[in-house]
């Protein structure tokens, strides 16, 4: 199974791509497209939506796994936000490829196993995972790994999740393909 | 100058394009691009996209006139109209739009000549405006032809709003064209 994994933002979007053969991942592509500080919103979301829709057509990816979030932000923060995840997504929906969602603590159980975890244990996790020399830079790329590499567990779940004293996902963490619907 | 207005939402994007000649309007499109509660959310923002694109290569306007809200919402409303109006920015850019953005106050003081003054007093100024027999609806509509009339009114200074007292535009009310940058 191929996933792609997006890591949303206005000013840098985060995206790596995976392929997962039973218990093992290959990272086939990962990093951000960034605008410059000065350009104008409506470049960002061009650009957003033309990358990720050229890397899209290139990887093939079974499905697209993207970060949700709903808390910790104020609304305008938030409303920039759907700006960027509202291309992100019409750009896999546009290229007919299914659309899974998962928050960030999602993410860092079924990575770490462990929903409180730090980013540099996610990020080291995604190193290890993917047998990678380091971690994925910049940390935009390594989280939307992370994504990937989530959905690749959740929608596994008698395959063993990756955390320190190797626990299994609990039948709780197990998520039904569910088409994006926040 | 033709102004292609937007009022932007998941399940029920309001638009309407104005030609304004002068100190004269005229509507030469309104509606709203519905979906159902049953779509998926992926699917919302492709008929919005698909459904706007094709307009605003019909109408070709000189420029797109978008709601902007950053507050009276919650996180969660905010990033879900985010979604929308992210893919309603990129529809306009990828056409080579300029994009100018307003709040419902700016709207109402452009449109009514008081910032405060009430959904239906508005409605009933864009039916005067525009000369015609009912107020436009769905109410997505006449808002979206709020927010091109707003911005006719606001790039002619000179010309009277069309307030209850006949008031002129403040000094202060003038606003340059500005790229959406929320």
Known sequence: MTIFGIDPGTDRTGYGCVVSEGSRHRMIASGAICSSAAASFSDKLLKIHAGLAALIA???????????????????????????????????AEAGVPIVEYTPTEVKRAVVGYGRAEKAQV???????????????????????????????LSHPSRPVASRGGRRTAATDWRKFKLARP
């Open 58 to 92: 290139e990887c093939r990816p079974d499905c697209v796994a993207i970060e949700n979030l709903f808390h910790a932000v104020n609304a305008r923060s938030a409303l920039k936000l759907g700006h960027a995840r509202g291309v992100a997504m019409l750009a896999a």
């Open 123 to 153: 990020q080291a996790m995604v190193k290890l995972l993917l047998g990678l020399p380091a971690v994925p830079t910049p940390h935009d790329a390594a989280d939307a790994l992370a994504v990937a590499i989530c959905h690749s567990h």
